[in-house]
């Protein structure tokens, strides 16, 4: 009886010494489980750093190149100011119409402008004008000056070739 019970003290102790050892090799994944963690967390907290550091960088990145854009073009247009040119950037052609329309309507009785607005092209209406261009108030200022056409006489032109084909004709 004595040799069973040292045999089952012994198997006993076996077991013991078993479970320390399973739990030692389960201590041991449980603390591999935490610093994996614990760099995953590390990991993904530099990860949503770079993020936010990328984000910034492509605002201003955006905002460099929409100066740039803005810088050119203010660049172009000072260069056609000094040829007497207007840049398209400056207004749409429906613009200009617009405000060819609102001229029109205040010129004086018996003038009109050299083109038809409505059927010609209205920059065809800027190359008749004096363009002065200059710098004034931090602007730059437009001054166009349009002709204007008398309306009789383009009328007393078009009655006297009329009466010269009806000469040449008899």
């Known amino acids: 009886m004595k040799q069973t019970g040292l045999k089952e003290i012994k198997v006993l102790e076996n077991r013991v010494k078993i479970l320390e ?27 949503k750093i770079r993020n936010r550091i990328l984000q910034h960088f492509m ?71 004096d363009v002065i261009i200059y710098y004034s108030d931090n602007k730059i200022v437009f001054k166009i000056n349009i002709p204007l056409v008398y309306q009789h006489v383009v009328a007393d032109i078009h009655e006297c070739r009329s009466l010269r084909l009806l000469q040449y004709g008899r």
Request: aromatic share 6%.
């Open 59 to 129: 605002r201003i990145n955006i905002l460099l190149n929409q100066y740039t854009f803005k810088t050119n073009t203010l660049c172009e247009i000072i260069q056609l100011a000094k040829i007497g040119q207007i840049h398209p950037s400056l207004f749409t052609k429906q613009e200009l119409i617009n405000q060819l329309r609102d001229i029109k309507v205040s010129v004086p009785s018996g003038t009109d402008l050299p083109i038809d607005i409505d059927k010609g092209d209205p920059y065809e209406l800027l190359g008749l004008s």
């Open 21 to 47: 050892i399973d739990q030692e090799r389960e201590l041991e994944n449980i603390t591999t489980n935490l610093e994996a963690i614990y760099e995953l967390k590390t990991w993904t907290e530099e990860m």
